[in-house]
Every structure is written in C-alpha cells, then in structure tokens.
C-alpha cells in the first residue's frame, strides 16, 4: 500500500511568487491534516480536512495560505504570495477515521524556500 | 490549550549506552501521547502511542516510554542505542474527539557516537 506522498520534495521560489503544494493521502483516508515547521522550531498544525470539508483551520497563518480538497482525495496548499517567513517544511498527514488516537500517517514533506 | 516541552535539542549518547528523551506535556483533558521518529530525507514515523490502560508502552526498535500523570511525562527509553537510532524524535500530544490535531514539541536531534 502507498503511503503519503507529496509533491514538490524540493521548491525555491521567489518572495511574491506562488507555490502550490500537493499531498496524496492514503487511499480510502478520510482525513487529511496539514503541518509546517519553520527552521529550529516546532512542527505546527495548519488545517484539517474532513473529505472535502474543512473540519479545522485554525492553524492558518493568514490568507495568503488557501488549502482544498476537491472531491476528498487530494489536496493542495496555495502560497500567494509567498514571503520569506513562509519558508519551512510542509507535512501532510492522513488517518482512516475519528476513532480515538487514530493514527496519522505522514509524508516525507516539501521543503519550501522563498528567497 | 495543549503543549508539549522536549528538554535538549541535541542529545549524544555512545553504541550501546541508555537513550533517555524527555517530553513533558501539557492538558486540560486526559491526552493520548506519541513519539514521532524522522529519518533524513524521510516523512515522521510513529514509534509509539499512548491512549488508555498501560502505562508503559513499547513501540517498534525496541523503544519504550512511559505515562507518568503525576509529573505529566512520556519519556522515551531505549536500553541499548544502535547507530540506526540516528534520528530527530518528536514527541506530540492529541486530544480528544473533535481535536484531532497533534501538537508536538521542537524534537530532539539524536546522535549515536561510535
């Protein structure tokens, strides 16, 4: 069974520019989170996808950030535009359902630098 | 509000010597705890969870860590590192239904001297 995957590994952009992120959660996972790390700092939650349904997005930094998941199955993460503190490592993570302490599988991330 | 302290951002120990990762947490509900591993180039794996019963829970490689309520740890053990324990380790808690996100602490860089 493939796990996460994520789609750029590596992405060097330009401050202004627009960078759009994809994770492939695993097949038949419900649910799907998006995290992010600033260099030396902690992992941070970003937003929780339920199917298509946006069950938590407390964790958006502003609204440059635009996360969807169109048909519940993957889902993309736009940057625009992006600035120089939005440089870090993305992880997506998906989990089969609710039930208490499921687990979150996770990807390998992308690796985002805005210069 | 939910936090989670990982005491040393670099921990050193020799082939074959105790691995000792301290997490402390904090919550206002009972939590469900676990400790994340990443390898270079790779997305976090789960070495353990804690949710309910035992307090003492084995995970994969020979990783154990224990709940403590009363001083609100999870440390993480290993008896014995091998150099493949080379790692970042997280540790992260969780609540309960309807607060799924993880919030984790800023990982401890381990490394295995020969």
């Known amino acids: 069974e493939a796990g996460v995957t994520q789609f750029p590994s590596h992405s060097v952009i330009e401050k202004g520019q627009t960078v759009t992120l994809r994770c492939d959660p695993i097949s038949g996972h419900d649910n799907l989170y998006w995290y992010r790390r600033v260099m030396g700092k902690e992992i941070k939650f970003l937003l929780h996808f339920v199917k298509e349904s946006k069950q938590d997005e407390s964790g958006m930094p502003n609204n440059r950030f635009l996360a969807e998941r169109t048909g519940g199955t993957y889902s993309t993460l736009k940057v625009q535009p992006a600035e120089l503190e939005d440089s870090g490592v993305y992880f997506c993570a998906s989990s089969q359902d609710l039930r208490s302490a499921n687990e979150q599988f996770f990807g390998p991330g992308t690796r985002l630098t805005v210069l | ?114």
């Open chain 2, 1 to 114: 509000a939910q936090s989670v302290t990982q005491l040393g951002s670099h921990v050193s120990v020799s082939e074959g010597a105790l691995v000792l990762l301290r997490c402390n947490y904090s919550s206002s509900v009972p939590p469900y705890l676990f400790w994340y591993v990443q390898y270079p180039n790779q997305g976090l794996q789960l070495l353990l969870k804690y949710t309910t019963g035992a307090t003492l829970v084995k995970g994969i490689n020979g990783f154990e860590a224990e709940f403590k309520k009363s001083e609100t740890s999870f440390h993480l053990t290993k008896p014995s590192a091998h150099m493949s324990d080379a790692a970042e380790y997280f540790c992260a808690v969780r609540g309960n239904f309807g607060n799924e996100k993880l919030t984790f602490g800023t990982g401890t860089r381990l490394t295995i001297i020969p």
